[in-house]
């Protein structure tokens, strides 16, 4: 006779898992291709893959977003010594989580939310590996996963560009009339009766909101990059709002200074549609300020050891 022993299952090889977790990957591909969307559908069909690329192909404001899905499988790539050592152990808890998400996508398919869909694919992104592998070894795809949740349209968030335009004009105006520029702001006008009298709107298309979700994208992924901790990493991230609303303010000032000095056609013309090109040398800018601020405590600390 010989005592039986409750030993813990042995974890799938590495090469095993990925083919696993491949092979459930396989079987959502075809779920959102040909269950993913009823909306708009005679431009894109049912997939919800054609929806996405269409809105990312279609609308300027979100043609990054066709960058950010390589971001996230090179910051995979990154990963893959971490992945490789990381202990695997299948989760069983992942299942209630993968059924929730299913029921997600159901919900925003019924609803013809397609946003709702995304998210809910992103999700299962990260569920399989953890169900099939554990939380240490999926904690090492937080960010390759998280970070595809801005690729998500949030067309919905236009309602803000009110405000924005407002507070953009307001500190422009501050700015110039502190510089001995007299104009005046009302609402999100700028105007001035001096010589080169003119009268500036700040548009919605120029409110800062989409050069935001770009800024965002471009300093979540640096933050991952550059910093040493998952606070620092944070404080970063955060600063992209700060950062864009900085940079699109510095926009506004130009088109002001060259409408004061040359006239409000000339600024309005060829410099107004180039113009936005320094936002983001500003705003990569200050990023990278912002980055050598966070990091000067621990170099200094460093130094003296």
């Not at 919900?107 to 592998?133: E, H, K, N």
């Not at 110039?176 to 009302?186: K, R, S, T």
Request: charged share 10%; with cysteine.
């Amino acid at each position: 006779m010989r005592a039986v022993t409750n030993a813990p299952a042995e974890p799938l090889p590495l090469p095993r898992a990925i083919a696993a977790i491949l092979a459930v990957f396989a079987g959502l591909a075809a779920l959102f291709q040909f269950y993913g969307n009823l909306t708009d559908i005679a431009r894109v069909g049912h997939s919800l893959f054609h929806w996405m690329a269409n809105r990312w192909v279609h609308f300027p404001d979100l043609n990054y977003c066709i960058f950010l899905p390589f971001v996230s499988l090179w910051a995979l790539w990154r990963q893959r010594a971490k992945l490789a050592a990381a202990p695997r152990a299948a989760d069983l808890r992942g299942l209630a989580f993968f059924a929730a998400a299913l029921f997600l996508h159901w919900a925003g398919y019924r609803a013809q939310q397609p946003r709702v869909s995304m998210a809910a694919l992103i999700a299962l992104l990260w569920l399989v590996p953890f169900t099939l592998c554990g939380w240490r070894f999926a904690r090492e795809l937080l960010f390759p996963a998280g970070y595809l949740f801005l690729t998500i349209p949030l067309n919905f968030l236009d309602s803000l560009t009110s405000p924005l335009r407002i507070l953009s004009a307001w500190v422009a105006a501050t700015v110039l009339n502190g510089f001995g520029l007299h104009v005046h702001q009302v609402g999100s006008g700028i105007y001035s009766t001096a010589a080169n009298a003119f009268a500036l709107e700040v548009a919605p298309e120029c409110s800062g909101l989409h050069s935001l979700f770009a800024m965002t994208a471009l300093m979540g992924a640096y933050a991952w990059y550059s910093q040493p901790t998952q606070a620092k990493k944070w404080i970063l991230f955060a600063c992209s709002v700060p950062v864009a609303l900085v940079a699109n303010i510095f926009r506004i000032l130009l088109v002001v200074l060259v409408a004061a000095l040359f006239g409000q056609d000339r600024a309005m013309g060829l410099w107004h549609d180039w113009s936005g090109y320094p936002v983001f040398v500003v705003g990569i800018l200050l990023m990278l300020l912002v980055d050598k601020l966070l990091n000067l405590r621990g170099k200094g600390a460093a130094d003296a050891g």
